[in-house]
């Protein structure tokens, strides 16, 4: 199986700053996608970042300029560098990989748990 932790939520006020990690274990033969979406309450899940096993990154307009993603291969983690926060930044941000577990198997998709990122004064 393969297991993603994320960690480094919590409060900050408005126009503070944030790091969250995500890291991957398991049985993983190589990772494709890895990336950051959130869901506030009452509302959709939906994309914030994402990056691809060359560096390609994809932004949320809402947060493009504010947020960086970034990822260490060989630790099989994914970061999301947060900035000039907002009080609408507030929700649960969960990690995404797109993982093989082995050489040629098939692409599974597998989600953390969450980590609560509250932006308040």
């Known amino acids: 199986q393969v297991q993603l932790v994320e960690s480094g939520g919590g409060l900050v006020q408005p126009g503070g700053s944030l790091r969250l990690s995500c890291a991957a274990s398991?049985?993983?033969?190589?990772?494709?996608?890895m990336g950051w979406y959130r869901q506030a309450p009452g509302k959709e899940r939906e994309l914030v970042a994402t990056i691809i096993s060359g560096e390609n990154t994809n932004y949320a307009d809402s947060v493009k300029a504010r947020f960086t993603i970034s990822r260490d291969n060989t630790k099989n983690t994914v970061y999301l560098e947060m900035n000039s926060l907002k009080p609408e930044d507030t929700a649960v941000y969960y990690c995404?990989?797109?993982?093989?577990?082995?050489?040629?198997?098939?692409?599974?998709?597998?989600w953390g748990q969450g980590t609560q990122v509250t932006v308040s004064s």
């Open positions: 398991g049985t993983i033969f190589s990772i494709n996608v």
């Open positions: 995404k990989a797109i993982v093989a577990r082995r050489y040629g198997g098939s692409w599974f998709t597998y």
